[in-house]
């Protein structure tokens, strides 16, 4: 489940990216359990109100991810991602390639007796990013809410 890094990460314009942070009282390799386990995924995935439907999760290089997000208004959101780099238990690269395009970069480092957890989004212009900061920030403090809810319950 894992693939060696070929290149290191390019310089990235930080105008193009939104980055979440977060220390979770877990060790990594449950971290890292709770984002590439679609039992545990499907259940924290998303802003609070948020439910998901998996079609496929095949957390592999070239591996498809495809669920519907449903939102708490009864409004149905198609996703579709392709994994590109699998490093367990240290890192996940996945591009976001319906609706909203963007690649994802989340890293999973030991740190103060837990995890670390740096998600970055990266957009292809500083034009995208902005088209969804205002929403997709307190998001994913919602989203890392709902990941540590669902360690406590995996511990």
């Known amino acids: 489940m894992s693939t060696p890094r070929s290149t290191p990460e390019p310089a990235w314009d930080p105008d193009c990216e939104i980055v979440s942070r977060r220390v979770f009282a877990a060790p990594r390799e449950r971290v890292f359990a709770a984002w590439t386990d679609p039992v545990h995924l499907a259940v924290w995935w998303g802003p609070k109100g948020f439910t998901?439907?998996?079609e496929a999760f095949e957390p592999v290089p070239g591996g498809a991810w495809r669920f519907v997000?449903?939102?708490?208004d009864g409004t149905d959101y198609p996703n579709q991602?392709?994994?590109v780099e699998v490093?367990?238990?240290?890192?996940?690269v996945f591009d976001h390639v319906s609706g909203h395009?963007?690649?994802v970069v989340a890293t999973f480092e030991a740190a103060d007796g837990g995890t670390e957890v740096t998600f970055r989004m990266r957009f292809e212009s500083a034009e995208a990013c902005?088209?969804?900061?205002?929403?997709?920030?307190p998001a994913n403090e919602e989203n890392f809410n709902r990941l540590e809810a669902e360690l406590g319950r995996m511990g």
């Open 130 to 137: 902005a088209e969804v900061r205002d929403f997709v920030v």
């Open 81 to 83: 991602s392709v994994f």
């Open 69 to 72: 997000m449903h939102g708490p």
């Open 87 to 92: 490093e367990a238990p240290s890192r996940l």
């Open 52 to 54: 998901n439907t998996f």
């Open 101 to 103: 395009r963007f690649r």
